[in-house]
């Protein structure tokens, strides 16, 4: 059975940090793939004025093209919104039922992991792989400790996309942030400015 791991993300845009961290989950640990699933919507974000979904998973796309292990995936665009985690997965299970999911996230959020709709079944369910992130709130013992929770030791990245859009409207460089082919879309498109 292949296990897939699921890197949630608005994607707004993608950058390098998204890259080096999918990456190393799929090349660093069990998983055979991981799939960068863009969300139309987090239901913790307020909405914000984003990139229209199609852009998004275009970004991801041209970034992720060159990888042999990662995957855009466009799964919740079909889904209701808000996008709930669970809604998402359980989705996933049904149409591949061949497949395991394992989802990445941030210790950021999985301090926030007790306010998630059914996250005690996300528990039970999936497994949960963490990646290092600073300045997050203290994690709950009980999640720390949880068997189906498994610390991974990952390059702590402190570029975000609300920085790089911010840093574009400044018109400051931004090239550096962004793989070659995504920042080539958003130059095209003027994107953030």
């Not at 969300?39 to 970034?63: C, D, G, I, T």
């Not at 130059?187 to 400015?193: P, T, V």
Request: positive net charge; glycine residues 4%; without cysteine.
């Amino acid at each position: 059975m292949q296990k897939i791991g699921l890197y949630f993300g608005t994607f707004d845009p993608i950058h390098n940090g998204h890259l080096i961290l999918a990456n190393h989950f799929a090349e660093h640990t069990d998983l055979d793939q991981v799939w960068l699933v863009v969300s139309p919507q987090n239901p913790f974000k307020q909405k914000q004025r984003m990139l229209a979904n199609h852009h998004r998973l275009e970004l991801v796309y041209r970034a992720t093209y060159e990888y042999p292990k990662l995957y855009p995936s466009n799964i919740e665009f079909g889904l209701p919104t808000p996008s709930y985690t669970i809604d998402t997965l359980v989705h996933l299970q049904e149409k591949h039922p061949n497949k395991s999911f394992v989802l990445l996230m941030g210790e950021d959020n999985l301090a926030s992991f007790h306010k998630w709709k059914n996250h005690t079944v996300i528990l039970e369910e999936y497994q949960i792989y963490v990646y290092p992130r600073k300045g997050h709130k203290p994690i709950p013992k009980d999640l720390s400790s949880h068997p189906k929770v498994k610390r991974i030791k990952a390059p702590e990245i402190e570029v975000s996309s609300s920085a790089i859009r911010e840093w574009i409207k400044e018109s400051k460089n931004i090239r550096p942030l962004l793989p070659p082919e995504s920042w080539q879309y958003l130059d095209e498109m003027n994107f953030y400015k």
